[in-house]
């Protein structure tokens, strides 16, 4: 029996095995969350930002971003009219969620776990953390979410309704706060009803799978149109557009409908990039998006209709196209598309703009001297949440181990996501799985495992996978 482990059939009890004083996971917790503060505050604004805080004074919502930060911002402005209230919760949620994890892994006998906190310093996460942006509510939500369930189930094996009062919001939040988390929600609902990610019991994971996804789109979709009145901008149509750009370039046949000339069918399919969507409408391509604008064509019917057709009639181009955007997304092989490891702010009005000090710039020249390295390609992230969930398939059932299971799983979902869905190549993409991945292998480091052997022959595949992919990005 590991120190801190419960004999069968008693309640989970936890033993505190760490040279370190209890409160060092807290301090450096507390640390992390006054040295973010001293680095970005008030917050670091983006383009997305300014339009969402813009959405937030006004009180009118559009949906092209899903509209619930927006409207937590619109309600934490009543404290204070700045993104002051918002940048505080991101960072609560997120130091308060690493130190939830990182306590309960010392209780259970991690005795390295105490230093978990520091991932949060590292260049790859911290980077982002102070920035105003989707990706960090979604990553910051559901560690706090997830690792106050860990710290429940960890020492009493269930979770409180205060516990539940606390997750229940977090969790939503982090789901509606990007479109394609809602595939990644599966694992985390899973887990904050205690079913084990790999139960033996299939049913619930299928369900899961179909139930959580369709609910939690049902849900956006009251929210967004009933309770805040989101303007419906219909934002899906840059993915239909994204690819059906992509297959007439394969193709070198015009096939999104429209009123074009001759000369505007024969430009639009070299209107593409494989990076991004936005270059259908920039440049020499700027009449393409407008004229959709202009004859209503956007939103409507014609447009979703075309690429389900170009999907069957060109498979093998759509497959082409999809792998290329892929590759540039998980940034494996190539130069890098967008030179974004690190984000200054581009708030103009003197009351909210940031202003950088020393610990800003030095942060800045670290994260963009790793930006070419493994660290800042998210193919590394989601090789590595999946060793994270391999190796936890091989370990022995307990609180870490389902934890880590189902942030790994998470993680793993988040990011391949991307594959289909994706119409950017951005790195804040993966930072979700980026947090979820750090905390899953440190969770898995906790565990006792069936069969040393064969979790051993596990461990050093995944590792030789990994490595063997690194050798090919540096090389090729």
């Known amino acids: 029996m590991r120190l801190g482990e419960s004999v069968e059939g008693s309640k989970p009890t936890l033993a505190r095995a760490s040279v370190w004083p209890n409160w060092t996971a807290a301090a450096l917790a507390l640390f992390g969350f006054l040295l973010s503060v001293l680095v970005f505050y008030p917050g670091i604004f983006t383009p997305d930002s300014l339009n969402q805080f813009s959405q937030a004074q006004s009180g009118e919502f559009e ?23 918002l940048f505080f919760v ?58 106050v369930a860990f710290r429940g189930f960890a020492w009493r094996g269930r979770l409180c309704w205060l516990e539940y009062a606390a997750i229940l919001p977090a969790f939503v939040y982090g789901a509606l ?175 909210h703009m940031h202003h950088p000090n020393p610990l800003f710039r030095f942060y800045e020249v670290i994260s963009n001297a790793l930006s070419s390295t493994p660290l800042f390609r998210p193919y590394l992230w989601l090789l590595l949440s999946g060793s994270a969930l391999v190796l936890a398939w091989f370990a022995t059932d307990s609180p870490q181990r389902r934890f880590a299971a189902a942030i790994a799983a998470s993680a793993f979902i988040y990011l391949a996501t991307y594959v289909i869905f994706g119409v950017a190549s951005d790195f804040r993409y993966a930072y979700w799985t980026i947090v979820g991945a750090c905390v899953a292998l440190a969770s898995v480091a906790a565990c006792a495992w069936k069969t040393p052997r064969k979790t051993a022959i596990a461990a050093w595949s995944c590792a030789g996978v990994i490595a063997v992919a690194i050798a090919a990005s540096i090389a090729l």
């Open 63 to 85: 949906d092209w971003h899903p509209p619930i930060m927006a409207a937590l911002w619109s309600l934490l402005l009543h404290i204070h009219d700045g993104p002051e209230p």
């Open 90 to 147: 991101h960072l609560s949620l997120f130091w308060g969620g690493v130190w939830a994890v990182s306590d309960t892994l010392v209780a259970k006998g991690a005795r390295c776990a105490v230093l978990l906190p520091l991932i949060g310093l590292a260049p790859f996460v911290f980077n982002y953390l102070g920035l105003l942006w989707k990706d960090v509510a979604l990553a910051s939500a559901w560690l706090f979410a997830a690792g």
């Open 177 to 351: 706060v990007r479109g394609n988390s809602i595939f990644a929600a599966a694992p985390l609902a899973l887990y904050l009803l205690n079913i084990d990610v790999f139960s033996r019991r299939i049913w619930p994971q299928v369900a899961a799978c179909l139930l959580i996804p369709a609910l939690l789109l049902a849900g956006a979709s009251v929210f967004n149109s009933r309770i805040v009145q989101a303007e419906a901008q219909h934002p899906e149509d840059s993915l239909f557009l994204f690819d059906l750009v992509g297959i007439s370039h394969q193709t070198h046949t015009n096939l999104v409908p429209g009123p074009w000339t001759p000369e505007q069918a024969r430009r639009i399919p070299d209107c593409y990039a494989p990076d991004k969507w936005d270059h259908v409408g920039m440049g020499p391509c700027r009449f393409f998006t407008q004229t959709l604008d202009d004859r209503e064509l956007w939103g409507g019917p014609a447009i979703s209709h075309a690429w389900i057709s170009a999907m069957a009639q060109h498979p093998v181009q759509y497959a082409a196209h999809r792998l290329t955007f892929t590759n540039l997304m998980m940034r494996w092989l190539g130069p890098i598309p967008v030179h974004d490891a690190f984000m200054e702010s581009e708030m103009t009005d003197p009351r």
